[in-house]
């Protein structure tokens, strides 16, 4: 008999992406931001003492959660810093959804980390199936209500589409939905607004929970270090449930450095968003149809008369061109292709281009 619990002995795990060791990869699987992290990043890590490393760190972050606070306009007490955004996503199922019971509704298709920290939890599971053009039924905050759900995960702008719910829609639904609302923002950089306002104590809602991440907009993937916002009472009871040092010492120093680096960090995502168009419309001229997105990825979907997602997708992966695909409903004729530097998009384009033509025969 196995040691552990049935459902973790049932549990399919989080695949990641590849993490490919080979440098020679044109790597744009993983939506990594393709330009390096801003210079002051690195120097605070340099900062870091020995003595510092002797002692434990914060055990709440708090210099950067008064830093994220400030960024926000918010108060530390609305900040949660976690191992990565995955961490807080963790403690929210943990914190929120019942063992065995009422648990986490979201929309299909999505991150799918949520389902494997549902299973790992042991809760329920109730999805929503995305609109045709990738919106949110209205009545997504109903059907959530309708299971008990606990907790809500809408990711805006939405992964794997790229497209962005407004405000007002977030707002209803906030409204709408007797449980925690998480809206995880882990690509807000690449987008033209993002969920902040919800926080504002004038609108009193005490149910909204956003989710941000250092590893796409500040290129630190590597790091590991998101965090939450949130109404106080949300980030206490999330407090509660986290490892006594969650986040170490020299992650801390740089997302705190990484937070006052905005502007040099902004102009990656300047340029991510321009050869994002680009990278669309020269797909389009290849036959694909592009969603719109306001993230740093696209989902696209190759000519229908020619090779089939999959085999585009292998077809390249033996080029040494990295993108991602998914033998799933809804996304197994698709291509999620991060937008990586204009050099490795016309490497993508080029491959692309000769495979099609490789495949009709030419
Ligand atoms: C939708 C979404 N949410 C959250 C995350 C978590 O990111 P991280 O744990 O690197 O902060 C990711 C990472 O890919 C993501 O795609």
Same mark, same amino acid.
């Given at each position: 008999?196995?040691?552990?619990?049935?459902?973790?002995? #049932?549990?399919?795990?989080?695949?990641?992406?590849?993490?490919?060791?080979?440098?020679? *990869?044109?790597? !744009? $699987?993983?939506? %990594?931001?393709?330009?390096?992290?801003?210079?002051?990043?690195?120097?605070?890590?340099?900062?870091?003492?020995?003595?510092?490393?002797? &002692?434990?760190?914060?055990? /709440?972050?708090?210099?950067?959660?008064?830093?994220?606070? #400030?960024?926000?306009?918010? @108060?530390?007490e609305q900040v949660i810093a976690t191992n990565g955004g995955d961490e807080l !996503? &963790?403690?929210?199922?943990?914190?929120?959804?019942?063992?065995?019971?009422?648990?986490?509704?979201?929309?299909?298709?999505?991150? @799918?980390?949520?389902?494997?920290?549902?299973?790992?939890?042991?809760?329920?599971?109730?999805?929503?199936? !995305?609109?045709?053009?990738?919106?949110?039924?209205?009545?997504?905050?109903?059907?959530? $209500?309708?299971?008990?759900? #606990?907790?809500?995960?809408?990711?805006?702008?939405?992964?794997?589409?790229?497209?962005? +719910?407004?405000?007002?829609?977030? +707002?209803?639904?906030?409204?709408?939905?007797?449980?925690?609302?998480?809206?995880? %923002?882990?690509?807000?950089?690449?987008?033209?607004?993002?969920?902040?306002?919800? =926080?504002?104590? %004038?609108?009193?809602?005490? $149910? *909204? =929970?956003?989710? &941000?991440?250092l590893s796409k907009g500040y290129s630190l993937a590597g790091l590991r270090f998101?965090?939450?916002?949130?109404?106080? /009472?949300?980030?206490?009871?999330?407090?509660?449930?986290?490892?006594?040092?969650?986040?170490?010492?020299?992650?801390?120093?740089?997302?705190?450095?990484?937070?006052?680096?905005?502007?040099?960090?902004? %102009? @990656?995502?300047?340029? *991510?968003?321009?050869?994002?168009?680009?990278?669309?419309?020269?797909? /389009?001229?290849?036959?694909?149809?592009?969603?719109?997105?306001?993230? $740093?990825?696209?989902?696209?979907?190759?000519?229908?008369?020619?090779?089939?997602?999959?085999?585009?997708?292998?077809?390249?992966?033996? /080029?040494?061109?990295?993108?991602?695909?998914?033998?799933?409903?809804?996304?197994?004729?698709?291509?999620?292709?991060?937008?990586?530097?204009? +050099?490795?998009?016309?490497?993508?384009?080029?491959?692309?281009?000769?495979?099609?033509?490789?495949?009709?025969?030419g």
């Amino acid at each position: 008999m196995p040691y552990e619990r049935d459902n973790i002995h #049932r549990l399919t795990p989080y695949t990641p992406g590849e993490q490919p060791q080979r440098a020679d *990869v044109v790597k !744009l $699987n993983t939506n %990594e931001n393709p330009y390096p992290p801003p210079a002051a990043v690195l120097e605070a890590i340099r900062r870091v003492s020995a003595d510092q490393l002797r &002692r434990y760190p914060p055990p /709440r972050a708090q210099p950067f959660r008064e830093a994220a606070a #400030r960024l926000h306009g918010l @108060s530390p007490e609305q900040v949660i810093a976690t191992n990565g955004g995955d961490e807080l !996503l &963790r403690m929210a199922v943990t914190v929120f959804c019942e063992p065995g019971g009422r648990g986490l509704g979201e929309t299909y298709p999505t991150y @799918s980390l949520y389902d494997v920290l549902a299973d790992i939890h042991g809760t329920s599971i109730t999805q929503v199936p !995305l609109e045709d053009d990738w919106s949110v039924p209205e009545d997504f905050a109903a059907r959530l $209500n309708d299971h008990g759900c #606990r907790l809500g995960l809408l990711v805006n702008p939405h992964a794997p589409s790229g497209r962005r +719910e407004p405000l007002d829609k977030l +707002e209803r639904l906030a409204r709408a939905f007797r449980g925690v609302l998480l809206i995880d %923002e882990a690509y807000v950089d690449f987008a033209e607004g993002d969920a902040t306002p919800l =926080l504002d104590p %004038e609108r009193g809602l005490d $149910n *909204v =929970l956003l989710l &941000r991440t250092l590893s796409k907009g500040y290129s630190l993937a590597g790091l590991r270090f998101g965090y939450g916002l949130g109404h106080p /009472r949300l980030i206490e009871a999330l407090d509660k449930a986290r490892d006594s040092y969650n986040t170490d010492i020299l992650s801390q120093a740089a997302a705190t450095a990484a937070l006052s680096a905005r502007d040099e960090a902004r %102009e @990656s995502w300047k340029k *991510v968003i321009a050869e994002r168009a680009r990278l669309a419309g020269a797909l /389009r001229q290849l036959g694909f149809s592009v969603a719109p997105s306001q993230t $740093n990825f696209l989902l696209a979907a190759p000519p229908g008369d020619g090779l089939s997602a999959q085999a585009l997708y292998r077809a390249l992966h033996d /080029r040494a061109i990295f993108v991602r695909y998914w033998d799933a409903p809804r996304l197994d004729d698709k291509l999620r292709i991060t937008v990586g530097t204009p +050099e490795q998009d016309d490497a993508l384009l080029g491959a692309i281009a000769e495979i099609l033509r490789e495949g009709a025969g030419g």
